[in-house]
């Protein structure tokens, strides 16, 4: 059994929070716990993804280690105008 007046109170219930609104009851040695991230709402559990490209990092990361489809020249010139 556990000594006496050494463990921290252990809450069986408390209550996870996330942007204000309980998302889940878990056990813990605080009574609630206030987080940003839960897999509710985290992509790798959610399955989507959210890119935010700043400056073109995406498109030079995939051009510097060939994961971009190049276009060719015929995609980019101009219809022959006579």
């Not at 040695?29 to 559990?45: A, C, Q």
Request: hydrophobic share 30%; aromatic share 10%.
């Amino acid at each position: 059994m556990a000594k006496p007046d050494i463990h921290p109170k252990w809450y069986a219930e408390a209550k996870v929070y996330c942007n204000g609104e309980v998302v889940t009851t878990v056990g813990s040695t605080k009574p609630e716990l206030h987080v940003d991230v839960w897999s509710g709402n985290h992509p790798f559990y959610t399955g989507t993804q959210k890119i935010i490209d700043t400056e073109g990092r995406v498109e030079r990361f995939l051009r510097k280690y060939g994961m971009m489809e190049e276009e060719s020249p015929a995609d980019n010139s101009e219809p022959n105008k006579e």
